[in-house]
């Protein structure tokens, strides 16, 4: 059985820095692409960042270009995001994903997801 807990989450300043971090286990961690997506009251769930399972390249939403970094732990079986610059827009709940088959960009192509965690963004 997949599961994916995510942590790292909380209350945080504008201009401040959070890092969630996502523990995998029940599945082949180092062959997975994974990603992480995020959900704000009365919005669709958004793309963030991906990491690919070979080499670690990335991608991410423009929104987070240059304040987030997605990186992993192969030998931790975690994914992390570290979210610099924060802004209120960034309030959202976070979500991490194991991806499937598909663009990654999109949550559908994803079959495996946290339960998610908390960052609110004070202005």
């Known amino acids: 059985q997949v599961q994916l807990v995510e942590s790292g989450g909380g209350l945080v300043q504008a201009g401040g820095s959070l890092r969630l971090s996502c523990a995998a286990s029940?599945?082949?961690?180092?062959?997975?692409?994974l990603g992480w997506f995020r959900q704000a009251p009365g919005k669709e769930r958004e793309f963030v960042a991906a990491?690919?399972?070979?080499?670690?390249?990335?991608a991410y939403a423009d929104s987070v270009k240059g304040r987030f970094t997605i990186s992993r732990d192969n030998a931790k079986n975690t994914v992390y995001l570290q979210m610099n610059s924060l802004k209120p827009e960034d309030t959202a709940v976070y979500y991490c994903?194991?991806?499937?088959?598909?663009?990654?960009?999109?949550?559908?192509?994803?079959?495996?997801w946290g339960q998610g965690t908390q960052v609110t963004v004070s202005s």
């Open positions: 990491i690919s399972s070979i080499g670690g390249a990335t």
């Open positions: 029940g599945l082949t961690f180092s062959t997975k692409t």
């Open positions: 994903a194991g991806h499937r088959v598909g663009t990654i960009y999109y949550s559908l192509s994803y079959n495996d």
